[in-house]
């Protein structure tokens, strides 16, 4: 008896990791009741707007002047850090990437993208900590840190002005779907999807304010109701929220995917990092 | 042995089952109830309270109407502009149809960006303190539309 309720243990045991790591690895997309859950993006390509442009004229001004935007006090730390050696290989970014001026110019408007040599879908975050664990044998830095606010804001403020220019193609594709499918599916107790306020309703005023179509130009942001810089997922954090759905983990595969699908969505635009939001 | 395998499979199954089903819950209301747009019923016994309404529409964290609608509220600064102007709203529809509006509003516009304030399944991602409970209570419901009925032309 005891032997036979051990093995099943195991069998339910195996079962349950078997669910777990095969959920781990590619995200169960919610079972969707009904079509009408699924409601069609509809933002034009030629009526896309950066979130500067819904901000007012002196909110604008101070996101352009590198003397008073509040996030440059995060693009000097990451500048620091860049050449801080760190880990048992007691190296700094600088060892490997060189002048970040040059060598980084252009590479935040490829992210999120595809890891050549694990095929898995990184952006910067999770890119910088794989630096840290694999490079310079360094603790990963936790999201939303000043250091990797920093190191992101760096390394993005080196693209200003470039276009957003992703690749959806290949192994990209799946996560791309991913996140369109999670931008288009009404969810949450609100029963609303990314797509009705973002493509639907932008420029009509909720409360006092204005509905952007949120667009990633400008992460990490300097977020006027924060008080500080923050990552794209701590945005997306706040939008989940709202609309009371869950509210998933910074680095989650979901929004992992729906910020590969924002940079599409987001193409040709130039990145404006750090920019200033409501 | 096969006993063993059994027992394991049956096991199988079922999480299979319950993982693949996710459960959706029961609808709050029978179909019965919803009659052309109207839910000509009251949700409840007690009658709606109209004050009782009106702060449950101007709370930002129970209703929260205001986040897109407008009411004749003049101290209310910063009115929603999403959804349509509640003023003189009780002389264009009835109880029933308001009480309709309010509980589900896609049972008459499929792309309507109005939460369904009184319905818990076929809905997804839906965080964990929130599954199974619908925004408003029968109760508030009933209040709400009791509230918007005072606001004659």
Not at chain 1, 35 to 42: K, V
Not at chain 1, 64 to 84: F, K
Not at chain 1, 148 to 157: R, V
Request: aromatic content about 8%; proline content about 7%.
């Amino acid at each position: 008896m005891y032997a036979q309720l051990s093995g099943l243990r195991f069998t339910a045991l195996t079962f349950l990791a078997v669910l777990f790591v095969g959920g781990a690895a590619w995200p169960v997309v919610p079972e969707l009741v009904e079509d009408g859950q699924i409601i069609p993006e509809s933002l034009k390509p030629e009526e896309r707007r950066s979130g500067t442009t819904f901000l007012s004229e002196a909110l604008r001004a101070q996101q352009e002047d590198e003397g008073t935007n509040p996030g440059m006090l995060w693009v000097t730390t990451g500048e620091e850090l860049w050449t801080t050696p760190a880990g048992s290989e007691n190296k700094s970014c600088v060892n490997c990437h060189g002048d970040a001026e040059a060598s980084m110019k252009g590479v935040a408007a490829r992210y999120p993208t595809i890891d050549k040599t694990t095929g898995e879908l990184l952006n910067l975050e999770l890119r910088i900590n794989q630096c840290r664990r694999e490079r310079q044998g360094a603790e990963p830095f936790p999201y939303e840190s000043n250091e990797m606010l920093g190191l992101t804001a760096f390394i993005a403020y080196q693209s200003r002005g470039m276009p957003i220019s992703v690749s959806i193609d290949g192994p990209a594709a799946r996560h791309f779907e991913y996140g369109r499918k999670l931008f288009t599916t009404r969810q949450g107790q609100l029963n609303l999807a990314c797509t009705q306020c973002h493509d639907e309703n932008w420029g009509r005023k909720l409360r006092g304010d204005t509905i952007s179509q949120g667009h990633p130009t400008g992460f990490p942001i300097y977020r006027l109701e924060w008080q500080s810089l923050g990552s794209l997922h701590r945005r997306l954090r706040a939008c989940s929220l709202g609309v009371r759905a869950e509210v998933l983990d910074y680095g989650s595969p979901e929004y992992l995917a729906l910020e590969l699908y924002l940079a599409w969505r987001a193409r040709g635009m130039p990145i404006e990092t750090p920019a200033i939001r409501r | 042995m096969p006993g063993r395998v059994l027992a394991a499979v049956v096991l199988a199954l079922g999480l299979s089952a319950a993982w693949a089903a996710a459960e959706d819950y029961a609808p709050l209301l029978p179909e019965s109830r919803f009659v052309g747009d109207e839910i000509p019923e009251p949700l409840t016994d007690t009658p709606g309270d109209p004050e009782r309404g009106r702060q449950i529409v101007l709370n930002r964290e129970v209703g929260n109407c205001l986040i897109c609608h407008k009411v004749p509220e003049p101290e209310e600064r910063f009115q929603g502009e999403l959804g349509p102007d509640l003023s003189g709203v009780g002389s264009r529809l009835t109880a029933g149809q308001l009480r309709l509006r309010i509980v589900d509003q896609n049972r008459l516009n499929p792309r309507t960006v109005m939460p369904p304030y009184y319905r818990v399944d076929r809905l997804s991602l839906v965080a964990k303190q929130y599954r199974g409970k619908p925004v408003l209570t029968a109760q508030q419901v009933e209040d709400v539309v009791a509230y918007l009925q005072t606001l004659r032309e």
